[in-house]
């Protein structure tokens, strides 16, 4: 038993030394990438894991604490009913992951498909475009908003209602990928030999259409944190029950003069949250496009 623990060892050591070389050899190559990423993997960290962390309710009321300043009991103080803002912080990081990355699916999924259709087939291509073009003429916040007022509020709504607003973007950015495509020798090669439709479409267009798919999906993800908390700040977002950055800003305005860290915190991990996945995203164009970075 001692020997197979000693390669399970082993073996652990190994990918542990190997892991390390390849985040050396992309900081040396992308720092960008791997410092926003990092901050990005702490604050996934510290949100999914926030029970661990704190023992506390983040729905308890205690009026006895109320706005008691950062420090001592409470690390990020109390708002106005006494709530403790820290496990309040960290929780609500939960609602920011699962609304930007389920958003950055629904639209990548939902444009990948809409795309590769538009841009393929002549036919079908300017009924869906005028599509996506009326929909691209509403401002996203308002579009937004709308959707969210005519059901009822709750994550679920809000997830839909923001990609709804992102799915026309990455609908025109595969359009333009697969119109470039299919203008490939290669591609007329596999017509010429009879390959399939459906078989260029898996075997051709879509492996060339992921690298950008995947960086503007990094993009959707910011742009959805940041819309949740607007929706929130607004009052229509998640219901003001569930502890969201946007609604502990959307209660804390009005103490901002006596208890400013009530908005400052949430919005700082905010902030930082958007600007990770930009980082993030900046990143892995310039890993997957390096054509880009040599020209610049």
């Not at 996934?44 to 009991?73: C, E, K, Q, Y």
């Not at 937004?144 to 709504?157: D, E, F, K, Q, Y």
Request: hydrophobic share 55%; with cysteine.
């Amino acid at each position: 038993m001692s020997i197979i623990g000693d390669v399970k060892r082993l073996d652990l050591v190994t990918r542990l030394d190997w892991i390390g070389t390849a985040v050396r050899v992309q900081f040396g190559r992308n720092p960008s990438l791997v410092l926003g990423g990092a901050l990005f993997v702490l604050l996934v960290l510290v949100s999914v894991f926030a029970p661990l962390l704190t023992d506390s309710d983040p729905r308890r009321i205690n009026g006895i604490v109320r706005l008691t300043s950062p420090g001592g009991d409470f690390l990020f103080g109390t708002d106005n009913l006494g709530r403790d803002m820290f496990a309040r912080t960290f929780f609500g990081g939960r609602i920011s992951l699962i609304v930007g990355v389920s958003v950055a699916l629904i639209a990548s999924i939902a444009g990948l498909f809409f795309g590769l259709i538009a841009g393929y087939f002549r036919r079908l291509d300017s009924i869906i475009m005028r599509v996506m073009d009326g929909i691209m003429a509403i401002p996203g916040i308002l579009l937004a908003i709308a959707l969210v007022a005519v059901t009822r509020p709750s994550v679920g709504n809000v997830i839909m209602a923001i990609a709804v607003t992102e799915i026309p973007r990455v609908v025109r950015l595969v359009r333009s990928v697969v119109l470039t495509l299919r203008e490939q020798p290669y591609v007329d090669a596999a017509t010429s030999v009879g390959t399939s439709t459906i078989g260029i479409l898996h075997r051709h267009i879509l492996p060339n259409a992921m690298a950008p798919l995947i960086v503007q999906a990094t993009f959707i993800c910011a742009a959805a944190v940041i819309t949740e908390a607007y929706l929130s700040f607004l009052g229509a977002g998640t219901p003001s029950e569930i502890p969201s950055w946007g609604n502990m800003m959307a209660e804390g305005r009005i103490y901002f003069l006596t208890a400013p860290w009530i908005v400052l915190i949430p919005g700082g991990f905010l902030a930082a949250m958007v600007l990770s996945i930009n980082i993030v995203g900046d990143g892995l164009r310039d890993m997957l496009d390096p054509r880009m970075t040599k020209e610049l």
